[in-house]
């Protein structure tokens, strides 16, 4: 994880996250409540929860998706309800 000086653009190290496997992608869901990565050699998909005051990660659940997922893509429902309701 890096920091952003917003006058400059410079990063700066924060820290670093355990992923999944030979991380491919990942997608932030439009409440920037969560961020998804695919691992590419390790079949599956790992959830994180992004802290809203440090914007930290905090791994919550990996999931199997298959062979090489390569893409991840954060779709709305057709009722525009959240899943969890």
């Known amino acids: 994880m890096f920091a952003v ?4 653009g410079l990063l700066t190290f924060v820290a670093s996250v355990p992923t999944v496997t030979q991380p491919r992608a ?3 869901d439009p409440s920037d409540r969560f ?3 695919s ?3 390790s079949n599956s998909v790992r959830i994180y929860e992004i802290d809203p005051k440090s914007d930290r990660l905090t791994a919550l659940q990996d999931y199997p998706v ?5 893409w991840v893509e954060i779709l709305a429902t057709a009722s525009g309800r959240k899943a969890s309701e």
């Open 35 to 37: 961020l998804i990565c």
């Open 26 to 28: 990942f997608s932030i």
């Open 39 to 41: 691992g590419q050699l």
């Open 5 to 8: 000086d917003e006058r400059t």
């Open 66 to 70: 298959g062979t090489n997922p390569t």
